[in-house]
């Protein structure tokens, strides 16, 4: 017996603290007598079976925020059960806290580049500074220039609210670098900003 299914969408309920959710539906097994909704951390490696009946969509409830989970399918007659669905992954979104909220966010963070500068020969191994202003309802902790993802430089203190800038050492791989900044505040509000500079080592 074979079931074709397909994932119509996931929620979050959107609120700090909460979990997350995610309704699927699926096509009907003209043979099945109910279905259960299979439910783990990396493919095909399931650790929780919901049965949910002879219904064709349900939700699966608190999920965790940041976590990647996935969701496949089985139909059953008796003790008889078909093979899996195909399978389909989702990545819960992260929780979000409203007062951290840029623009309106009480305690939102506002980060403003100005300026890239350069000593030495520019090359790999270089060091530059990236000049900014940063702007919070309270003070920010820690501030990274970041590339790729990864951090280049980090800075960390009780006030950095007016920092003007982080020196870093350019990398020593060939490329083209995009900058970004990301500064955290002692509500524990996170922001990160792509700058409009980048930095190209020959």
């Known amino acids: 017996?074979?079931?074709?299914?397909?994932?119509?969408?996931?929620?979050?309920?959107?609120?700090?603290?909460?979990?997350?959710?995610?309704?699927?539906?699926?096509?009907?097994?003209?043979?099945?007598?109910?279905?259960?909704?299979?439910?783990?951390?990396?493919?095909?490696?399931?650790?929780?079976?919901?049965?949910?009946?002879?219904?064709?969509?349900?939700t699966v409830p608190d999920l965790v925020p940041g976590q990647v989970y996935y969701f496949a399918v089985i139909a059953y007659t008796g003790a008889l059960v078909s093979l899996y669905s195909n399978e389909i992954s989702r990545e819960m979104p992260p929780d979000v806290d409203p007062a951290c909220t840029p623009p309106l966010g009480s305690q939102s963070i506002a980060i403003f580049p100005t300026a890239l500068q350069k000593t030495g020969s520019g090359g790999a191994g270089s060091n530059a500074r990236l000049d900014f202003q940063l702007a919070s309802a309270s003070p920010i902790t820690h501030v990274a220039v970041r590339t790729k993802g990864a951090n280049l430089e980090t800075m960390d203190g009780a006030n950095l609210t007016k920092l003007a800038g982080v020196w870093f050492r350019l990398p020593s791989m060939a490329g083209t670098y995009p900058l970004s900044i990301l500064a955290s505040n002692a509500y524990g509000c996170t922001r990160e900003v792509l700058t409009p500079r980048t930095v190209t080592i020959p």
């Open 1 to 58: 017996m074979r079931i074709l299914w397909t994932l119509v969408a996931w929620l979050s309920l959107g609120t700090l603290g909460s979990a997350a959710s995610v309704t699927m539906a699926w096509e009907a097994s003209p043979t099945a007598a109910g279905y259960r909704v299979l439910v783990g951390p990396a493919s095909r490696t399931y650790t929780t079976t919901i049965d949910v009946g002879n219904v064709l969509q349900a």
